[in-house]
Nanobody, 124 residues
Framework: QVQLVESGGGLVQAGGSLRLSCAAA????????MGWFRQAPGKERESVSA????????YYTDSVKGRFTISRDNIKNTVYLQMNSLKLEDTAVYYC?????????????????WGQGTQVTVSS
């Protein structure tokens, strides 16, 4: 069975950095796109970033462009989200997700597998 396990969340001051990791297991030789999503209290889950199987195509929502970087290591079956210059509004539970196929996607409906989430809290 497929498992996605996020790590790296925590409490950080505004302007600081965190790196999230998502380790995937059970996907075998399947090609899969990956995405990061987040959900703040009282808000809908939103797309943050996505990456294709090769890593050659990436997507970022406007609010994180220039601050966040998504990457992946297919040998380790791990995707990363480097988050710099964190802002209060980045506070949320961050989820990674996987979808079979080559591309990543900003549409959460396209993802079959989800991690349990990791909390990111940015303080002033």
């Amino acid at each position: 069975q497929v498992q996605l396990v996020e790590s790296g969340g925590g409490l950080v001051q505004a302007g600081g950095s965190l790196r999230l990791s998502c380790a995937a297991a059970g996907l075998g030789d399947t090609t899969y796109g990956m995405g990061w999503f987040r959900q703040a209290p009282g808000k809908e889950r939103e797309s943050v970033s996505a990456i294709s199987w090769s890593g050659g195509s990436t997507y970022y929502t406007d609010s994180v462009k220039g601050r966040f970087t998504i990457s992946r290591d297919n040998i380790k079956n791990t995707v990363y989200l480097q988050m710099n210059s964190l802002k209060l509004e980045d506070t949320a539970v961050y989820y990674c997700a996987a979808r079979t196929g080559y591309s990543g996607s900003a549409d959460l409906r396209g993802y079959q597998y989800w991690g349990q989430g990791t909390q990111v809290t940015v303080s002033s």
